[in-house]
């Protein structure tokens, strides 16, 4: 075993054709550690480790006089404190949507009275435009009118209902809190509103 060292595995210059005997190692060989040398690296240990031990104490020293002293401090007196705030209140405006004011309005059915010829049957009095023959031929009626007037009534247009806008939608900018500028805080105008 070569002493503290990890093993070190060896560079070789290889040629095209070169026998294996023949490859000699690049790079120098580790040596073992002679005793001397384990003697400084452990004494260069232990110094670092005392040196480290030292500090820790002094800084535990230091940080623990500077506790006591936070600590006789507070025992002196409270700390200043700092001055209170005075609050600068100004308007706090919400915008108020207000929709519109509609109302609807059903308008009826509108229709007109118009005069039509038809053909008619003389015995009922039944319109039978294009189907005379058979109404004769099934009831045994007599024979046809034509061009008799008769007055009808036409539909022109169906009901329908409109939405009128009696006033259109709007928004309002109403104050309805006061806030102070420097921290935000607020209170409502009224002290009902409070609640």
Known sequence: MQGAHAPCIPIYQLK????????????????EDTKKERRTRIGYIVSTALFALCIGVTVGAAGSALMNAQAEQVEEGPIAEAPAHEHHWGPGYE???????????????TSETVVAYHTVCPDCETVIDGMAREHQEDTGHGVPQTNVP??????????????????????????????CSGCGEWKPVNPQDAA
């Open 150 to 179: 008769r007055e009808e009534t036409r539909p022109l247009a169906a009901e329908w209902t409109e939405t009128v806008v009696l006033e259109e939608a709007w928004e309002e900018q109403k104050m309805t809190k006061v806030v």
């Open 16 to 31: 095209k054709g070169m026998p294996m005997e023949d490859m000699k190692p690049i790079a120098p060989q580790p040596q």
């Open 95 to 109: 915008t108020i949507h207000h929709e519109a004011v509609t109302d609807e309005v059903v308008h009826p059915a």
